[in-house]
């Protein structure tokens, strides 16, 4: 089983750039596909970016693709999440979430293990 935890979230005007982090604890991000998600107030939590395990696949949300890149650095053991160019309604708690079936899903049911999130809020 592996503990996920992320980081970096924050106040950031709109245009800015924030990292987000997600470091694992039990187990190496290796042995998983792991994926960013986001939840907007009074909406439902949406896919943003996802990671092969390997780190040679990628893929993104329409809503984020050419601003956000999800990469591994596996000397720290974690998976972040460049967002720049950030807008309003980029606002959200972004969670991660670790796949040990390697479905590189889009969808939450897809993950089997989630963080506690970390608020991003963009002002305009």
């Known amino acids: 089983q592996v503990q996920l935890a992320e980081s970096g979230g924050g106040l950031v005007q709109a245009g800015g750039s924030l990292r987000l982090s997600?470091?694992?604890?039990g187990r190496t991000f290796r042995n998983y596909d792991t994926g960013w998600?986001?939840?907007?107030?009074?909406?439902?939590?949406?896919?943003?970016?996802t990671i092969?395990?390997?780190g040679g696949t990628t893929y993104y949300?329409?809503?984020?693709?050419?601003?956000f890149t999800?990469?591994?650095?596996?000397?720290?053991?974690?998976?972040d999440l460049q967002m720049n160019s950030l807008k309003p309604e980029d606002t959200a708690v972004y969670y991660c979430a670790a796949d040990p079936w390697l479905r590189l899903g889009v969808t939450e049911n897809a993950y089997e293990y989630w963080g506690q999130g970390t608020q991003v809020t963009v002002s305009s």
């Open 22 to 25: 997600c470091a694992a604890s």
């Open 37 to 49: 998600f986001r939840q907007a107030p009074g909406k439902e939590r949406e896919f943003v970016a």
């Open 52 to 54: 092969r395990w390997s």
């Open 61 to 67: 949300a329409d809503s984020v693709k050419g601003r």
């Open 70 to 79: 999800i990469f591994k650095d596996n000397a720290k053991n974690t998976v």
